[in-house]
């Protein structure tokens, strides 16, 4: 009896450390969440300091890759102004009519809807000065392939902000399976394209912000 009761509380000692870990891994990102806001994107999303931190100008042309429900694709348009766009690109056919719908209704005209491909997001070649992905880098399949098509759409001088659920044990305990890149992978990927980091923001509660450059193939 003695031995079956030490056994159980070497196991139910074992279960407490390996929980402690798992909260000390997942404490900083939640240490960075607004805990009273989670209940809204803006509360983990930070939308106006990820603006603010990609700095853009007056009139340049911003792709926003996977654009969704639009939830960056007018800020972005209200960052540029009405001498830039912001090209909203997406491969659904519902969330184009949606996103041409709200355009259309919040009289965005600097925002451009495009129907893309899943593997060419056809943009208007020579113009783009930032291409962002936000929760979408996961969804393209033959990344390195994209990324050099991309390549062709760049204006001088031209950006890729990456913003993607960074794989942390918090990330693989909510999200579905993989619905994230880890900073590593994203890195070596972007490398084989012959692209160059720029840039690396650490203020987001659960996802990675990194920004590259093309670089010379």
């Not at 402690?20 to 803006?42: H, Q, V």
């Not at 042309?61 to 830039?84: C, E, K, N, Q």
């Not at 994209?146 to 031209?158: G, H, I, M, Q």
Request: proline share 5%; charged share 25%; net charge negative.
């Amino acid at each position: 009896m003695k031995t079956r009761f030490g056994w159980l509380r070497r196991v139910a000692l074992a279960a407490v450390l390996l929980l402690a870990a798992a909260l000390l891994t997942i404490a900083p990102d939640l240490a960075k969440m607004d805990l009273g806001s989670l209940s809204s994107r803006e509360g983990w999303q930070l939308p106006d300091r990820v603006i603010e931190s990609l700095r853009i100008q007056s009139g340049e042309h911003v792709a926003d890759v996977g654009a969704g429900d639009g939830y960056f694709t007018f800020r972005l348009a209200a960052a540029v102004g009405p001498s830039g766009r912001v090209y909203a690109v997406e491969v659904d056919d519902e969330r184009v009519a949606e996103l041409e719908r709200r355009a259309r209704e919040g009289s965005h005209d600097n925002v451009v809807v495009v129907r893309g491909e899943y593997a060419d997001p056809l943009l208007p070649d020579g113009a783009i000065d930032l291409v962002l992905f936000c929760n979408s880098y996961h969804h393209i399949e033959d990344r390195v392939a994209y990324l050099d098509r991309l390549r062709s759409d760049f204006a001088d001088e031209a950006r890729v902000a990456v913003i993607d659920l960074k794989g942390s044990l918090l990330v693989r305990l909510l999200a579905p399976p993989g619905h994230w890149t880890t900073v590593e992978t994203m890195t070596q990927e972007m490398e084989e394209a012959s692209y160059v980091l720029a840039e690396s923001f650490d203020y987001l509660p659960a996802q990675s912000f990194v920004v590259f450059r093309p670089g010379p193939r």
